[in-house]
């Protein structure tokens, strides 16, 4: 079976296909929110029909940069904050693709921030999930860009001066057509949101809360949560950007004084992705990249043919 005609391919799916042969059991360390959103992904994906083959998950450098070692689909473990560059090279490169780019908040929201930013503003048909867990997990627990300001770390010994990113108006604001925050103690919501992230067609935002027992040992677990659609204290339009963006604000606003608040913030289905503008212009080819350089019965030929006329 190619990475070509298994796209597109009506069978059962089960979980389980999910689970690597290799290196099935996650390192990260117990109680880690990762695993939260592992769980939910391994639910989602098959509720919408996808299968591994059909999906890439490109990865940055961190804890949540593991997530597609114990992922059993197609995957690309890149640099730190370069996920997103070769997520959406992948996605025009093979458009029938299903993408995921996953990160954290210091790879997505730090150093990676400028391709964040970029990647909404062009509305590129990709999921995107940033673990944020408020510090660098991996390098052992130095301030990031969501660590509220007076966290104390080995970085910031006094209390960090510095007010964090506001990453889902920031998503809004950069264009992204479909932002979500969830949490990894609420694995119900969160299975739901991957899956509508997925389905979306255009930059779907994820900001996924998830706890580090180990190094942020002072943040609180991200419970109790609100789920901002369950609950009848909030009543605002996804589909409205203004209202959107207010309730945006007074997430970001409330998560460091201890109210979680969690759901679907903004959803814009009419706005076309990268691709459908690129199609509009004639730059998209009819016939996919990949799929030109494929061939299932010379495909090691023609990838030495493609080498040779660019060496
Ligand atoms: C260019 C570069 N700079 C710095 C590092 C060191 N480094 C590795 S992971 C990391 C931060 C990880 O934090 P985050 O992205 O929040 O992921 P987490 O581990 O918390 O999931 C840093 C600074 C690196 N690998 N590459
Ligand atoms: S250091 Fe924190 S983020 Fe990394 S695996 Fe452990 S609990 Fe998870
Ligand atoms: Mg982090």
Same mark, same amino acid.
């Given at each position: 079976?190619?990475?070509?005609?298994?796209?597109?391919?009506?069978?059962?799916?089960?979980?389980?296909?999910?689970?690597?042969?290799?290196?099935?059991?996650?390192?990260?360390?117990?109680?880690?929110?990762?695993?939260?959103?592992?769980?939910?992904?391994?639910?989602?994906?098959?509720?919408?029909?996808?299968?591994?083959?059909?999906?890439?998950?490109?990865?940055?450098?961190?804890?949540?940069?593991?997530?597609?070692?114990?992922?059993?689909?197609?995957?690309?473990?890149?640099?730190?904050?370069?996920?997103?560059?070769?997520?959406?090279?992948?996605?025009?490169?093979?458009?029938?693709?299903?993408?995921?780019?996953?990160?954290?908040?210091?790879?997505?929201?730090?150093?990676?921030?400028?391709?964040?930013?970029?990647?909404?503003?062009?509305?590129?048909?990709?999921?995107?999930?940033?673990?944020?867990?408020?510090?660098?997990?991996?390098?052992?627990?130095?301030?990031?860009?969501?660590?509220?300001?007076?966290?104390?770390?080995?970085?910031?010994?006094?209390?960090? +001066?510095?007010?964090?990113? *506001?990453?889902?108006?920031?998503? $809004? %604001?950069? #264009?992204?057509?479909?932002?979500? /925050?969830?949490?990894?103690?609420?694995?119900?919501?969160?299975?739901?949101?991957?899956?509508?992230?997925?389905?979306?067609?255009?930059?779907?935002?994820?900001?996924?809360?998830?706890?580090?027992?180990?190094?942020?040992?002072?943040?609180?677990?991200?419970?109790?949560?609100?789920?901002?659609?369950?609950?009848?204290?909030?009543?605002?339009?996804?589909?409205?950007?203004?209202? +959107?963006?207010?309730?945006? *604000?007074?997430?970001?606003?409330? $998560? %460091?004084? #201890?109210?979680?608040?969690?759901? /679907?913030?903004?959803?814009?289905?009419?706005?076309?992705?990268?691709?459908?503008?690129?199609?509009?212009?004639?730059?998209?080819?009819?016939?996919?990249?990949?799929?030109?350089?494929?061939?299932?019965?010379?495909?090691?030929?023609?990838?030495?043919?493609?080498?040779?006329?660019?060496?």
């Amino acid at each position: 079976m190619s990475a070509f005609n298994a796209i597109g391919e009506e069978r059962e799916i089960d979980r389980d296909e999910f689970t690597p042969g290799v290196e099935p059991q996650p390192t990260w360390c117990p109680g880690c929110g990762d695993f939260g959103v592992l769980k939910a992904l391994k639910q989602a994906l098959p509720e919408v029909g996808k299968t591994p083959e059909e999906v890439l998950t490109v990865t940055g450098i961190g804890c949540s940069g593991k997530l597609n070692s114990y992922l059993d689909t197609y995957g690309f473990h890149t640099i730190h904050g370069r996920s997103l560059p070769v997520a959406r090279a992948a996605k025009l490169a093979n458009p029938e693709l299903e993408v995921i780019a996953a990160g954290g908040d210091g790879d997505g929201y730090g150093i990676g921030g400028n391709h964040f930013i970029h990647s909404a503003r062009e509305n590129h048909d990709m999921t995107y999930i940033v673990f944020n867990n408020e510090i660098f997990g991996l390098t052992k627990g130095q301030t990031s860009p969501t660590s509220p300001k007076g966290h104390k770390s080995k970085t910031q010994p006094s209390g960090s +001066a510095k007010t964090p990113i *506001r990453p889902l108006s920031m998503s $809004l %604001n950069a #264009g992204a057509s479909y932002v979500a /925050r969830t949490a990894a103690v609420n694995p119900n919501q969160a299975k739901e949101i991957i899956k509508e992230a997925i389905e979306h067609d255009g930059f779907a935002h994820i900001d996924f809360l998830t706890q580090c027992p180990t190094w942020n040992k002072d943040a609180r677990q991200y419970v109790p949560y609100v789920d901002v659609q369950e609950s009848d204290d909030y009543d605002f339009d996804v589909t409205d950007r203004a209202e +959107a963006a207010e309730m945006m *604000r007074e997430t970001e606003d409330v $998560l %460091n004084e #201890g109210t979680v608040l969690t759901g /679907r913030y903004y959803v814009d289905e009419d706005r076309p992705s990268y691709q459908q503008e690129k199609h509009a212009v004639g730059e998209m080819p009819d016939q996919p990249l990949a799929e030109r350089y494929f061939d299932d019965d010379a495909e090691w030929e023609r990838s030495y043919d493609l080498l040779e006329r660019h060496t």
